[in-house]
């Protein structure tokens, strides 16, 4: 496959980017996305240039780290998918792919298409968390049993891996889904009612502090989502920020 | 030669700890305050422990490479957890799970600590509870378990296909409070390059900044290390793309032994490799094996015909299968440990019966599973006379409740529909039972410097049964370590804070400044992953499932060369002093070129087969690896001494009062 890549580069957050066009041939199907890229940035060290910066580890999907914009979405075109889970086959011979970081002004570029994404550690922080030392005193796991929808629900919307899909796909760059997720995973378990007021409040005041944008319910976080986090998370975190209002 | 003393206590094995934490001494609250430890990744391991800590009131600075430290890859581990609650009461206890871990790591690991962590694995499922880690539940609302293998229980706890995520995540919220609360400060995007050792204990780390390139320092009390495993060294793995053995190396490198380089696992249902240009490899959880059945074609000419592309799997009738699991371990089946099931599949690919365009691949097939369920399913929902239709959607449906996940990444991959056509899997480079070489409290051969979960080497022996890597990250982190590490801290109430300013932290920090710009200055010809590729085919080949004294000695020679060739003709664009993603990436090739030389002469000088150490010259008549207990019943505990042809070998005597040394048998 050929191809023809159109790759934001900019030298750090200080400095003005732009995108580069970089041909590329010899790429298969069976390759992944991140890998299409590996193939790029050998060329370019071996011709002496500086290769092309991006987030990526674990390369199966749950890290989280890996992101981009590509053709316009986040991870790209395939549903349900992260940017390495992505293959080239997916791509047809003699395409133009433009690749672009995650644009929000809470997400700073570092570097190319690496992006600051310690917003997200900052909302956590505020309240992402059930307030239990962990010296393991406590009571029998099974002492307290919880209806297994609530439980598989709570499990949904703890399977967020914090990739930022959702506000680089959201024309206000709002981070509700991502907060929403945390929020709810709590919210449905009987161990997270005990703190739900300051949890909620805490972590939707730190939301808005990063300057992520408001949600006007376009529902495009949650088709871009890799992980098919569901607005319905978003719907519960606005009934217990207003429940949490009320009671003060 | 030396001996080394674990520091186990005395007394019978079921009160060790107990009596150890009562005679350990303490830290008070108030002098807490005043001691600063440094944690050294932030996976199971690290997060947990950190959080602990900050929860006693010591000063924690974390760090990690990643942007987060709920990015590090216990986030991928799958299947689940293990815990002896006996919530099935199907006959578990600590003792039933301490006996199988040993017996899983082939009588190569230390009964006082196995033991520990089989008691300990209860407190973990009720802690994580309680954090609100959503684990999978029954209908009754109660804990779900399944098996893993090598057991013939089942006390595996899980959430879906993303155990590791959730429990990471409930370390790193446990993390999150302490973060808001000032006690835990986390410098992510940063890399340990160096330990910095004062007056003979470890008090510090040189740190570099992967943003802005700055190089670091930071003083502490105690260092942790906490960096996860050498699995990299091969370099297709099943790890993430940044896992590697710099930190626990570098402290190598500083008079930490390191043990065991060889005890490698090769985990058996990983997706096959497909290119040149792969990058890694991907796990199918062992809980698939709960469900699935390993098989290939009987006739060599049906696995040709699949090779060829002319023979589909499932026109082969079930008479022409061999199930060869369930042929040679009839007890076991399928649910043998990983060791043993990665040789067998090797083994009937080697003779000729692979079933991808390379040869080296196996079935994992659901449509027993599917039908199976589908029957139940259709029984249960009240439905009279199923259709084979019905049954089969039915049955697929209970399949993607268990394992969605799973299925969805392996069709993404392979481009197949597993639910239709059977799995391929081969085996994996997955996890290093080796590690830096820890005593009873979890310390290193370096006063101060003490080393957790998969970094460390403790309690896998020569192979982990599946479920135990978050069981030992957890308990490591919650319940081990703050104890131990008291004990360590209470003499240094009147230390006071660690200067930065001292002799040890200028020359520690000298030398990583001068080992990165050796390196930026070699200006060659070839990209790192150029190197790294080499050294990862030269221990697959020689190094990897099966090993001989032939091939090893021809390893060490080829990476011994490599390493040469890599200080002269290795080419890293860009400057110290900035972001530079290839200058990371050359430091830990770096020390993966000196770990994988070291990793070969432990191979070597272990003249036995034990757990996923295989020595070709070691085996019974029926192909089954061949322990010497009388030789090699011991820890190998490397001392760096130059080159890692010059490291020095200690060995720590492993001695068995509770358990009789028996040859594993899982037929």
């Known amino acids: ?248 | 030669m030396g001996i080394l003393d674990s520091k186990v206590p005395s007394g019978p094995l079921a009160d060790k700890w107990t009596k150890h934490k009562n005679e350990i001494d303490l830290v008070n609250p108030a002098n807490k305050r005043n001691i600063d430890i440094i944690m050294v990744g932030t996976g199971l391991a690290g997060a947990s422990a950190a959080a602990t800590l900050a929860e006693l009131g010591y000063n924690v600075k974390t760090f990690c490479y990643q942007d987060s430290p709920r990015r590090a890859h216990s986030i991928a581990a799958q299947g689940g957890i293990n815990a002896a609650k006996n919530y099935q009461g199907d006959g578990d206890s600590p003792y039933r799970l301490f006996y199988d871990t040993i017996k899983g790591g082939d009588y190569r690991s230390r009964e006082a600590n196995v033991y520990r962590l089989a008691e300990e694995s209860v407190n973990i499922i009720d802690q994580c509870v309680a954090q609100g880690v959503p684990f999978a539940r029954e209908y009754g609302g109660l804990l779900d378990n399944r098996s893993f293998g090598g057991v013939l229980v089942s006390r595996t706890f899980y959430a879906k296909g993303q155990t590791g995520q959730q429990l990471l995540l409930g370390a790193y919220a446990a993390m999150n409070r302490q973060i808001n609360r000032g006690k835990i400060t986390s410098y992510t995007r940063h890399e340990m390059l160096d330990v910095v050792v004062v007056d003979g204990k470890a008090r510090g780390i040189i740190a570099r900044d992967l943003i802005s390139g700055e190089i670091e320092r930071h003083s502490a009390h105690a260092v942790v290390i906490a960096s996860g495993g050498y699995g990299n060294v091969f370099y297709l793995s099943t790890n993430a793309m940044g896992s590697n053995v710099t930190a626990a190396w570098r402290v190598h490198k500083r008079g930490a032994f390191f043990a065991n380089p060889c005890f490698t696992q090769i985990h058996p249902t990983c997706i096959p490799v497909s290119g040149d240009h792969q990058s890694k490899l991907t796990l199918m959880s062992e809980s698939l094996r709960n469900d699935g059945r390993i098989w290939v074609p009987a006739k060599a000419e049906d696995a040709q015909a699949i090779r060829e592309g002319k023979l589909k799997p499932t026109k082969i009738p079930e008479a022409d299968r061999d199930y060869f699991l369930e042929r040679r371990y009839p007890a076991f089946g399928n649910l043998v440990p990983r060791d043993v099931a990665s040789r067998a599949a090797k083994e009937r690919c080697d003779a000729g019966f692979g079933v991808n365009k390379t040869g080296e691949a196996v079935y994992l097939d659901f449509a027993a599973a599917i039908q199976r369920y589908g029957s139940e399913k259709a029984l249960t929902s009240g439905i009279k006379n199923p259709d084979q239709a019905t049954i089969t959607k039915l049955g697929e449906e209970v399949v993607a409740a268990k394992y969605g996940n799973l299925f969805q990444m392996y069709e993404k991959i392979v481009d197949e529909n597993p639910y239709k056509t059977p799995m391929m899997i081969y085996p994996a480079v997955h996890y290093t039972m080796g590690g830096l070489w820890v005593d009873y409290n979890l310390q290193t051969t370096i006063p101060g410097c003490f080393s957790t979960g998969e970094a460390n080497f403790s309690d896998h022996g020569a192979n982990r049964l599946g479920a135990s890597a978050l069981m030992q990250g957890l308990a490591d982190g919650y319940f081990v370590l703050p104890y131990t590490i008291g004990n360590y801290l209470s003499d240094d109430i009147r230390t006071g804070p660690i200067s930065t300013e001292s002799e040890a932290f200028d020359t520690a920090e000298a030398q990583v400044r001068a080992n990165l710009e050796k390196l930026l200055n070699a200006k060659g010809k070839h990209p790192v992953d150029y190197y790294h590729k080499k050294l990862g085919k030269i221990m697959w080949n020689k190094c990897g499932m099966s090993r001989n004294a032939t091939e090893l000695k021809e390893a060490i020679e080829e990476i011994s060369a490599l390493r040469a060739d890599f200080y002269q003709n290795v080419r890293i664009p860009g400057g110290l002093d900035e972001m530079n993603t290839e200058l990371e990436k050359a430091g830990r090739v770096a020390d993966f070129l000196e770990l994988g030389e070291l990793f070969a002469k432990d191979a070597l000088e272990r003249n036995e087969s034990c757990g996923g150490h295989f020595r070709e010259e070691y085996q019974t008549p029926e192909g089954e690896a061949l322990r010497d207990d009388k030789n090699f019943r011991y820890v190998s505990a490397w001392e760096y001494n130059g080159a890692p042809k010059d490291a020095k070998l200690h060995k720590e005597d492993l001695v068995f009062e509770n358990v009789e040394l028996k040859t594993r048998s899982y037929k």
């Open chain 1, 1 to 248: 496959m050929k191809l023809l890549l159109k790759i934001w580069r900019q030298k750090d957050g200080s400095s003005k980017g732009k995108l580069v066009d970089y041909p590329i041939d010899g790429i298969e199907g069976d390759m992944s996305f991140l890998e299409m890229l590996d193939v790029l940035n050998q060329e370019l060290i071996e011709k002496g240039d500086e290769p092309v910066v991006f987030d990526h580890d674990c390369r199966e999907g749950i890290c989280g780290s890996c992101s981009l914009m590509i053709n316009g979405e986040p991870h790209g075109p395939d549903r349900l998918v992260t940017t390495c889970q992505l293959h080239m086959r997916r791509f047809n011979d003699g395409d133009t792919i433009v690749i672009e970081p995650f644009r929000a002004t809470a997400f700073p570029v570092l570097k190319d298409l690496m992006v600051d994404r310690t917003a997200f550690d900052r909302i956590q922080q505020a309240g992402g968390y059930i307030s239990v030392n962990t010296s393991g005193n406590t009571v029998d796991a099974n002492a307290i049993p919880i209806d297994k929808h609530h439980a598989d629900e709570s499990f949904e919307a703890a399977s967020c891996i914090g990739c930022g899909a959702c506000v680089a796909a959201c024309k206000n760059a709002s981070a509700m889904l991502f907060t929403a997720a945390k929020v709810s995973q709590f919210a449905l378990l009987p161990q997270g009612k005990v703190e739900a007021i300051d949890r909620v409040q805490n972590m939707v005041r730190q939301m808005d502090l990063e300057g992520f944008g408001n949600c006007t319910n376009t529902g495009a976080c949650e088709v871009e989502c890799p992980k098919g986090i569901s607005l319905e998370n978003i719907a519960r975190m606005n009934r217990e920020y207003l429940m949490a209002t009320a009671k003060g």
